[in-house]
């Protein structure tokens, strides 16, 4: 198995790492299939993600692809956010062995739970 | 930047001795050891040479050692056909959970054709009680097939109870030893052993060679069939230059005998201890003493194995993990499951194996890595996050 150099660089400086102060949603998801832990972090603004940040216990591709999709909902339309799939991140980041695929899902969960958390408490 | 090799229960870099003698063999040595004229002649004699230095090793005669292809095709041939030339006395064979896969997945071939297998479970440091070995013998036990020592956490089994209790219902007995031979004692009278397991490539030989020992009288049946070669139990031209260079391998690891082990196991201990005193939330895997010299399986809590692999990587350190992202099945190690650590445990378990190459500095480099990089990914792992919390309320 081997990652490609962009899922290294992730790996090794992940991007908007650490938890949030007062988030306006938090996704917290776990993979079923190995048991690997993420949390994510928006704060959103007239609709619009301004800010993503993560916390990804697991295998280096769960770190490169929560790392990723932090970069890509940035400044997203919520609903376009919610278009982001697992194997647009894999892509992404020049794609993932075939075994690592399933780590990809925890970053697509997450970014969806985030926003149904932030609906959710926007809806009270 | 200078590689740290630390993965050597996975495999061992070939000695230059070694290495050599292979060269010769494949330069100027190509003849068939079961032909008469002269090379093949000269073959025979050089792979009867390394079949009288695993003799003396196991202390048994030179017939009763057949050359394979390595661990695992001793391992199946003993279980398969040990299983199936016993089959008369029943269809029972008792073995451990934390078995080789090469011992485990026969296994399970058997009881597919209509084997019933006890799977020995190990305590909390991965041993099995030869009690419990006793208890589980009956009337229809064609063979009991136990490992000398494990690979993922170095604990050595008690062999010999063991040997000595099959001996006494005149039962088979296998054992794997492919993570012993060579390092510690495997006289098979005194495992009382009536089948043995070893590799070339865990004793700085070359991959794709090893052996299994037979004791006179034990009934076995072949799993492939052709030639003669090795009393018919391996059929096909043999591997002359592997077996010559798994012979000069063992023959130098006899010659270096335990002062090499005392060696690796002072490093060893100034790993762990340079571990634990660096880092926090540790635990180690595996008996306290009653462990392969080399091996140190740790947990590193709140973190996740591959990631610390990849990031030791970084630092040309190399190691293994039993975290389930590193197997292909996904599965956390079933070693450490049997020894009672839950998933999320073995999630954080990584495995140093030391060899005769590595040094006083290598390890101190690892010490010098290693917090680092475990502090790096608990600063972003959700549940030590967590765990902070709950110490502070
Ligand atoms: C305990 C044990 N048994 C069997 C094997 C298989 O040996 P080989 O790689 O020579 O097939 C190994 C090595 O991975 C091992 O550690
Ligand atoms: S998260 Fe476990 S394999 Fe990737």
Redesign the interface.
Known sequence: MA?SEKV?DH??N?RN???MKDPDGVG?VGNP???????LYIKVKDDTIVDAK???????A??ATSSMVTEMVKGQKLEDALKISNSMVAEALGGLPS?KM??SVLAEEALQSAITDYRKKKGK | MGRIYLDNNATTPVRPEVAEALARMLKGCYGNPSTLYCIGQEAHVEMEHARDVMAGILGCNREEIIFTSGGTESDNIAVLGAARANRKKGNHIITTKIEHHAVLNPCKALEKEGWSVTYLPVDEYGMVNPEDVERSITSGTALISIMHANNEVGTIQPIAEIGRIARAHKITFHTDAVQTFGKLSVNVNELGADLLSASSHKIYGPKGVGLLYVRKGTKILPIMFGGHQERSLRPGTENVPGIVGFGKAAELMAAEGPAEEARLLKLRERLWEGIKASVPHVKLNGHPTMRLAGTLNVIFE???G??II?SLD?HGICAASG????S?S?E?SHVLAAMGVP??KS?GALRFSLGRENTTEDVDKVLEALPKVVEKLR???????DFLKQQTV
């Open positions: 990652y290294m790996f090794r992940p790492v650490g938890e917290k299939v190995c048991g690997d832990i993420m949390e993560f916390q990804t216990l697991g295998c280096g769960a770190i075994q399933h780590c | 709140y973190v996740e591959e990631s990849l970084e975290s389930a992202c590193t292909d996904l956390p998933p999320e999630h600063s972003f792992s959700p549940i030590y996050k």
